[in-house]
């Protein structure tokens, strides 16, 4: 179980408690040597990735880095986050315009 006061995050193949992964990482390599975190490029922090932060749509949207994936059924890295084109169209959800990533159409608004 993690601590209260939320400096650590579960990791369910280990079954091990571990410092959250902005407080125990530095730098891109660091990071993302745990399947857990990412490396934002925008903030050059590293962060818990979308998809173990929230289970369910309307937490996962709350989120302001996350979006709800309808496609995989999960918490997603949101269109906005993606730096480049070609990391853009790596998410099904996700088109690029103009320079900036967003969500396509049918996954712009909740129903």
């Known amino acids: 179980m993690a601590d209260p006061n939320q400096r650590c995050k579960w990791n369910n193949k280990s079954s091990t408690c571990r410092m959250k992964c902005e407080l125990d990482y530095y730098g ?17 922090l590293c962060e818990m990735r979308c998809m173990y932060m929230h289970d369910n749509s309307i937490d996962c949207n709350l989120e302001s880095r996350c979006m709800w994936n309808p496609v995989k059924s999960l918490c ?27 969500a396509k159409c049918p996954y712009r608004y909740a129903c």
């Open 28 to 44: 891109q390599p660091t990071c993302e040597s745990d399947s857990q975190c990412e490396y934002a490029a925008g903030t050059q």
């Open 76 to 102: 997603d890295k949101a269109c906005s986050e993606y730096v480049s084109s070609a990391e853009c169209l790596q998410s099904a959800i996700c088109v690029p315009r103009g320079g900036d990533c967003m």
